[in-house]
């Protein structure tokens, strides 16, 4: 996304961020490829889901819904209050070593109420990409100085939600979602000579903030339930703001394509005290969501798959079966595709983002079953070392509190 052709006024300025990728050069970042496009696609949902693989679309009950599928929430029965915080850790391993990065993120953040007749709204804040990075580079061309890149932005979203269950069986539920958010990139020189001053570029891409519809359902067929997500898409004209020594530069940049997509959910029990969750979600990003001549797409994909246990209420029983207890696994394609290590333009050659996740979870609910604490571990790996330059491991720690008006009794 930052790195659209026409942002760059020096091409030679493009090649040294792509370099730094290659050499692994990030000193800080919510990942090392969110320098390349879109940024770091992020899964909204909170712990328990996120431990779960992030298998949400069939999920639902007075105190278990998604942030993916809005009908999931018609069964809120007080005012719902929930946040996430994720706190992550990375290695980046590249041809001249390794570095590592740390990071807190608040992915989202959700508010709901059931108002009588039935009918649940909500609103809801969720970040879609983090392309959150910094690169610390030593320049020796000319008069020797120390080059650092930051970028801040992403997309992110504001729902608005309402839905109603329409039977035991069936939930409808609607979603207005706006897109907001930005990408922004400072750099910033400092010359070794004192006698020159540090010099300071800004160049940040706009987008109007415009919405979009989310359309949902779920059905339950005996003990099991199935989910369904669909989202439609939006144009969001462009336009960059480039600022440096003294100057300011606005124009027109093209459009960015937020594409529609679907999500479709199973869930139910599979023996004893166990379930079983899955999900495939899709968001049709394609070659045309955005003009630029170093980053191409492809659909993002992600398949996701989960088992719980849930725990046991009856007294005399132990602490530790009266948790429950979850195992998640997510496969990710990002929308991004990359040059190719060593290449500076797509034309050289591209190659996708692919990551894999482990997760385990588990929470306790409070006494009024209305609230609750739910903690996911995640662990992954993303990339390919040979292809893209660098390859990243990850660790992941998503804590999410929830509370409802009972819960102040």
């Known amino acids: 996304m930052q790195h659209v052709a026409r942002r760059r006024a020096v091409s030679a300025a493009t090649s040294v961020l792509l370099a730094c990728l290659t050499l692994a050069s990030v ?10 496009g879109l940024g770091e696609p992020s899964l909204e949902e909170g712990a328990r889901l996120r431990s779960l693989g992030g298998a949400g679309a069939a999920e639902y009950g007075p105190d278990r819904f998604s942030m993916v599928n809005p009908a999931s929430v018609a069964g809120v029965k007080h005012l719902v209050l929930k946040g996430t915080v994720l706190p992550a850790y990375r290695r980046v391993s590249g041809a001249l070593g390794t570095e590592s990065a740390q990071e807190t993120v608040v992915p989202s953040l959700r508010a709901l109420v059931r108002l009588p007749g039935s009918t649940v709204i909500g609103a809801a804040y969720a970040v879609g990409t983090n392309a959150t990075f910094r690169i610390d580079r030593e320049e020796d061309m000319g008069t020797p100085s120390q080059l650092r890149i930051e970028g801040s932005g992403g997309l992110q979203s504001i729902r608005i939600t309402a839905a109603r269950a329409l039977s035991t069986r069936l939930r409808l539920g609607a979603e207005y979602d706006i897109i907001a958010g930005h990408f922004r990139e400072e750099w910033t020189r400092a010359f070794e000579d004192a006698s020159l001053a540090t010099s300071r570029d800004t160049l940040e891409t706009r987008y109007e903030r415009q919405g979009r519809w989310r359309l949902g359902g779920q059905a339950t ?37 937020v594409p529609g997509g679907f999500a479709l959910g199973v869930a139910g029990p599979i023996g004893g005290r166990w379930g079983a969750v899955a999900q495939y979600r899709r968001a049709n990003w394609k070659r045309s969501s955005l003009e630029s001549d170093l980053v191409d797409f492809r659909a ?26 979850r195992f998640g696994v997510s496969y990710l394609e990002w929308p991004d595709l990359l040059p190719q290590a060593g290449q500076p333009t797509i034309a050289g050659g591209i190659m996708g983002v692919n990551e894999w996740t482990f997760s385990v979870g588990t929470g306790f609910l409070t006494q009024d079953k209305g609230g609750g604490v739910d903690i996911s571990i995640e662990a992954g790996t993303r990339g390919d070392k040979q292809l893209l330059g660098v390859d990243e491991r990850f660790l992941r720690a998503a804590i999410t509190l929830q509370v409802s008006d009972s819960t102040w009794k």
């Open 300 to 325: 993002m994909q992600r398949f996701s798959l989960g088992l719980e246990r849930q725990p046991q209420d009856e007294l005399g029983r132990s602490w530790r079966s009266r948790l429950p207890l």
């Open 27 to 36: 000193a800080g970042a919510t990942s090392v490829y969110a320098v390349g």
């Open 221 to 257: 067929l005996g003990a099991w339930t199935v989910g369904g997500v669909i989202e439609t898409g939006r144009r969001l004209p462009l336009r960059t703001v480039q600022r440096a020594a003294g100057s300011t530069i606005e124009g027109s940049a093209g459009n960015l394509r």
